[in-house]
């Protein structure tokens, strides 16, 4: 079955302690993507990668970091948390071009 | 820059009444526009796309969307609603010219469907 995987589904934890979420697809797609989402706001962008060792920022980076070391994993790296990055976080993949997009189940992250 | 602009965060209407959900665009370029639902704790799922073929869109469960470039609206439509219908929609806006790197989300709007 052709899915985003996300781990963890839910994660509580203290500001300053260095957390990541994992997210791994098996449909062999080039694009890969973090998002946030907030009441109110929508979705915002974090980073998205292109493809291998390529990865550039979205619209909300501060405070993140992504790897792609691999086509198929893109984990999303919070080296110190802090409470206004609380949030549900998804990440998505896709082919080239305009190829719909494919989002995991989401990351629902609580920083205290 | 791009940006959509959802009216109404929260839409509520009778089962077998019309659907209609509100997207405006901003786009310097022709932009190619999307919708896409969320149901209660799952991802996106995309419902259909515009991408300068047909300015009428016809997409997934019965939805529809129509391109108007003289309004910069791409509203969204079902001519009866459905109690499985109920999530939050999401419509979504890239540069032609830039795949999916470049999609910017509206705010959602959140539909309710009256038994």
């Known amino acids: 079955e052709a899915q985003v995987t996300q781990n963890p589904r839910y994660l509580i934890t203290v500001t300053g302690k260095k957390l990541t979420v994992t997210c791994s697809q098996n449909?062999?797609?080039?694009?890969m993507s973090w998002y946030r989402q907030d009441p109110g706001l929508g979705l915002r962008q974090i980073y998205y990668?292109?493809?291998?060792?390529?990865?550039d920022k979205g619209d909300v980076p501060e405070g993140y970091k992504v790897s792609r070391k691999e086509k198929r994993n893109f984990p999303l790296i919070l080296e110190s948390p802090s409470p206004n990055q609380t949030s549900l976080y998804f990440c998505a993949s896709s082919n080239q071009g305009f190829e719909k997009l494919f989002f995991g189940s989401g990351t629902q992250l609580s920083v205290l | 820059a791009q940006s959509v602009t959802q009216l109404g965060s929260h839409v509520s209407v009778s089962e077998g009444a019309l659907v209609l959900l509100r997207c405006n665009y901003s786009?310097?370029?022709?932009?190619?526009l999307f919708w896409y639902v969320q149901y209660p704790n799952q991802g996106l799922q995309l419902l259909l796309k515009?991408?300068?073929?047909?300015?009428l869109v016809k997409g997934i469960n019965g939805f529809e969307a129509e391109f108007k470039k003289s309004e910069t609206s791409f509203h969204l439509t079902k001519p009866s609603a459905h109690m499985s219908d109920a999530a939050e929609y999401f419509c979504?806006?890239?540069?032609?010219?830039?795949?999916?790197?470049?999609?910017?989300f509206g705010t959602g709007t959140r539909l309710t469907i009256i038994p």
């Open positions: 786009s310097s370029v022709p932009p190619y």
């Open positions: 990668s292109m493809n291998v060792e390529v990865t």
């Open positions: 979504a806006v890239s540069r032609s010219n830039f795949g999916n790197e470049k999609l910017t």
């Open positions: 515009y991408t300068s073929a047909a300015t």
């Open positions: 449909m062999n797609h080039e694009y």
